[in-house]
């Protein structure tokens, strides 16, 4: 049994059990409205209990004290907008996608507008006794409180998820660009909830070559086999318009099958950033950008990006330096830095630093290395390299060899987001869409290290760097940073 089938075969055992298939559902619908409505409630009266009771920020004279019952108007007015308001942003419906900070941004925006209606209201009414730091307390509780409750569900959704619980699996019809471009999509944001579990292509190559870890499963007639077999929830069909009556075959046969069915039109395989929107006289024109390119602006943020964080990281730098230094020279013979010819942006080469990690002389074993493990030639990863060092392999696992890269970085030859550089022989061996990788400089993290790290396969590891490419911000760097941390902590995926 392959590895894929395996993983669907545990999949099946596993993904529906009714108890947390009913916990999932609380995360969207009526069940997290109530829930909501619920915990705004108990932040409002949480604030009161603050206020007159604990007197938290500002003491309470005895003429100014007040029960609860004056309240429960304004409790009931400030639950329901903020319930309307979130209704209003779609935070109770089930968005594939959307992130935390979406959510506490509507949240935390529904909340401040709720205080304000409060506080008019009260101008308005002049109550004889209404604390005003009450609302505010209110507003700034209800916030916490909402939003911990939506951070713990997706913990708790993502935990599932990992064991296949809620989790649809997908197969993709055709494998060439546009299949591709979803693929990378599904493989490089697991939160989405999809799992691809192969693709069919009538193409003799593409239908018998896998990507990475996904499968190919043959041409496109396998398709009845291949939805009995693997338990299919979801089909995506990402083959040309042309072959308009093969696609509504598909989703015949998937229909048939009580099979969901999405058709993806071969235009939406350039990302938005590759489309550039023109009016004609109020008839919307689409100038299409075949090419991937990084635009030169993100380029400049992305470099005042790298050159902060090396400033404000630069004292605990220095002290990682001077101590790996010395033990690296204190256990083996040779130099303490490592240097190697890597290809960057544009396929332009460049020395790469790194602390020596292995033996000397490390390189002239490396045929004899790679013929005995029969490695990837394309990205050769060894569990058990025999020429690592003690002091090597400790900073292997935590990645510490890497830490001259910050030479590269200062340089300009690296960022410290981007696609891993790989070494002239690598690279020589790259398929026509692997060189898409190569359009921003290389980095010393990336999304595929915080997916998996030395497990990811050459393909799969592609994929997630063209995507990272087509859908780069500011944000998604500052992202992967901070996954970095745990990964490098934990030492998942590193060898």
Not at 16 to 26: C, D, S, T, Y
Not at 34 to 48: K, N
Request: net charge positive.
């Amino acid at each position: 049994m392959t590895t894929i089938q395996s993983e669907v075969a545990q999949t099946r055992e596993i993904r529906r059990p009714g108890w947390a298939i009913r916990l999932l559902n609380w995360q969207h619908g009526w069940r997290l409205l109530a829930t909501d409505a619920v915990l705004i409630w108990g932040s409002f009266f949480l604030s009161y209990y603050l206020r007159y009771n604990i007197q938290l920020f500002q003491p309470v004279d005895e003429s100014n004290t007040a029960p609860f019952q004056p309240y429960i108007a304004y409790a009931f007015i400030f639950m329901l907008w903020i319930l309307l308001a979130n209704q209003n942003a779609a935070l109770y419906q089930e968005r594939r996608g959307r992130t935390w900070a979406n959510e506490l941004f509507s949240i935390g925006n529904a909340a401040t507008n709720a205080g304000v209606i409060i506080m008019a209201l009260s101008f308005l009414l002049r109550p004889l006794v209404f604390s005003r730091l009450l609302i505010v307390q209110a507003v700034v509780l209800t916030i916490l409180v909402l939003g911990m409750w939506r951070l713990a569900m997706r913990s708790l959704k993502h935990h599932f998820q990992r064991l296949g619980i809620g989790v649809e699996r997908v197969l993709i019809i055709g494998g060439d660009h546009l299949g591709r471009h979803v693929l990378r999509t599904l493989v490089s944001r697991p939160d989405l909830g999809y799992r691809p579990i192969g693709f069919l292509d009538d193409d003799p190559t593409l239908g018998t070559t896998d990507l990475g870890r996904v499968q190919a499963l043959g041409r496109v007639a396998n398709l009845h086999n291949v939805l009995d077999e693997y338990s299919v929830d979801l089909v995506i069909v990402t083959l040309p318009w042309e072959q308009h009556r093969q696609i509504v075959s598909i989703v015949k046969t998937c229909e048939s099958r009580q099979v969901a069915v999405r058709t993806i039109p071969d235009l939406f395989q350039l990302n938005l950033s590759q489309v550039q929107i023109e009016m004609l006289g109020g008839v919307p024109m689409l100038g299409l950008h075949r090419e991937l390119e990084f635009h030169p602006a993100n380029r400049l943020m992305k470099r005042a990006l790298d050159l902060l964080l090396m400033i404000l990281s630069l004292p605990l730098s220095l002290v990682l330096f001077v101590v790996i230094a010395i033990a690296i020279r204190l256990d083996s013979r040779g130099p303490i830095f490592f240097g190697q010819e890597r290809i960057g942006l544009n396929g332009k080469a460049f020395k790469i630093y790194k602390f020596r990690s292995m033996v000397k002389d490390a390189e002239s074993m490396w045929d004899q290395v790679l013929k005995d493990t029969q490695e990837d030639l394309r990205r050769p990863k060894l569990a058990n390299d025999p020429r690592v060092t003690r002091v090597g392999k400790f900073l292997r696992r935590t990645s510490l060899d890497e830490l001259p890269n910050l030479i590269n970085v200062v340089k300009g030859d690296m960022s410290l987001v981007g696609p891993r550089p790989q070494v002239r022989r690598e690279v020589e061996l790259y398929e026509p869409w692997h060189y898409q990788r190569l359009k921003v400089r290389p980095g010393m993290t990336g999304l595929w290290q915080v997916s998996g790290r030395s497990d990811i396969p050459f393909d799969e590891m592609c994929l997630m760097d063209i995507y990272y490419i087509e859908n780069w911000s500011l944000a998604l760097d500052l992202q992967i940073l901070l996954q970095t941390a745990p990964r490098v902590l934990f030492r998942s995926g590193a060898y």
